[in-house]
């Protein structure tokens, strides 16, 4: 995949080809995603050497880091899920919908590893919400199969699995016996503000310190709704679905994905810029690189420099750097 470009392979009728529609200018821009991946890989590369070299060696110790590495995984496979749904190799069918979903769950996990790294505490409140997800739905299993032999060798060693968590996040008695106890972990608003406690809910203190929150509201504001429009299946996403279905009608073919595309890339950098600089691991310069180059391609991701991530990477002013990555 050397960036997304588009062969016209519209079919010719017998009167003529399909009249392209007229081209509107798009102010989004068109990644060239070849020399990009290159850069991102590398940073990905350096940053999660360090991290994994820390958790083997107990410079950053479990369960905590093993947490923290499980997300990085998570953010580093949910991108590649995204940069393959919308390939060249997958046109005319390419699937923007689809990933931009999952560009919506690079923003969470971005916005669970600041409220981690800004509120240690916050860690067994984490873990613990994973326990309460695993035991609810072990319990309905138990309800609906739990009578099936075929069914109860797997629901006990399940349940096994499920006291080891419980172990592991130091669980109290009372939250063993009814995880239902168990705060669930806020949904990505609530990271950033403090919640006042109401009959529903006791509240809690916002977990995104003033510096992370600076950029992860500002994503937030930009990125979350429509993107959860489309997880939930709304009329947005239909609107998607119908449109991507349709390329032959697009002003500008490739635009879709490569604005898709972009919203991964700038989540993941911002991910592992965090994780760099929480861990202590020596400045990548594929990561500067890479940032760099997201200025210079997208207005939001020039505002998130601004923002945090120049300051965050020492990143030279823009007046006086000449660093530029030109499309493919």
């Known amino acids: 995949m050397?960036?997304?470009?588009?062969?016209?392979?519209?079919?010719?009728?017998?009167?003529?080809?399909?009249?392209?529609?007229?081209?509107?200018?798009?102010?989004?821009?068109?990644?060239?995603?070849?020399?990009?991946?290159k850069i991102m890989e590398r940073a990905w590369h350096q940053v999660s050497t360090?991290?994994?070299?820390?958790?083997?060696?107990?410079?950053?110790?479990?369960?905590?880091?093993?947490?923290?590495?499980?997300?990085?995984?998570?953010?580093?496979q949910t991108y590649r899920a995204v940069t393959v749904l919308v390939a060249d190799?997958?046109?005319?069918?390419?699937?923007?919908?689809?990933?931009?979903?999952?560009?919506?769950?690079?923003?969470?996990?971005?916005?669970?590893l600041m409220a981690l790294f800004d509120s240690p505490p916050a860690f067994d409140w984490f873990c613990a919400d994973g326990h309460r997800s695993r035991?609810?739905?072990?319990?309905?299993?138990?309800?609906?199969?739990g009578d099936r032999r075929d069914w109860q060798a797997w629901l006990a060693e399940m349940k096994?699995?499920?006291?080891?968590?419980?172990?592991?996040?130091?669980?109290?008695?009372?939250?063993?016996?009814?995880?239902?106890r168990i705060l669930e972990w806020p949904a990505p608003y609530w990271l950033t503000r403090e919640r006042m406690p109401s009959r529903r809910n006791p509240g809690h203190p916002r977990l995104i310190g003033p510096q992370r929150s600076v950029a992860f509201d500002l994503a937030y504001k930009y990125w979350y709704g429509e993107l959860s429009s489309y997880a939930h299946q709304r009329a947005s996403a239909a609107q998607m679905a119908i449109f991507a279905d349709s390329p032959d009608d697009h002003w500008e073919p490739g635009a879709l994905e490569s604005s898709v595309v972009l919203g991964a890339l700038m989540f993941f950098a911002a991910i592992l810029a965090e994780?760099?600089?929480?861990?202590?691991?020596?400045?990548?310069l594929a990561l500067r690189e890479l940032w760099i180059a997201l200025?210079?391609?997208?207005?939001?991701?020039?505002?998130?420099?601004?923002?945090?991530?120049?300051?965050?990477?020492?990143?030279?002013?823009?007046?006086?750097?000449?660093q530029r990555i030109e499309p493919a």
């Not at 035991?135 to 199969?145: A, G, P, S």
């Open 2 to 37: 050397t960036g997304f470009r588009v062969t016209d392979r519209r079919r010719v009728t017998a009167t003529s080809s399909f009249p392209r529609p007229r081209s509107i200018p798009d102010p989004r821009p068109r990644v060239p995603y070849g020399p990009i991946k």
């Open 50 to 76: 360090h991290l994994r070299r820390g958790l083997e060696s107990g410079t950053l110790p479990s369960p905590r880091w093993t947490y923290v590495w499980g997300l990085a995984l998570s953010a580093r």
């Open 135 to 145: 035991t609810r739905q072990l319990r309905i299993q138990q309800e609906l199969f």
């Open 295 to 322: 200025g210079q391609l997208d207005q939001l991701a020039e505002m998130l420099l601004h923002g945090r991530y120049r300051r965050l990477l020492q990143l030279p002013d823009p007046a006086t750097s000449d």
């Open 275 to 284: 994780l760099q600089v929480e861990i202590g691991a020596p400045p990548s």
């Open 89 to 112: 190799r997958q046109k005319p069918t390419t699937m923007p919908l689809q990933a931009s979903i999952l560009v919506r769950a690079l923003l969470e996990v971005l916005g669970n």
């Open 160 to 180: 096994r699995a499920s006291d080891d968590v419980a172990t592991h996040c130091r669980l109290t008695d009372e939250e063993r016996s009814n995880p239902n």
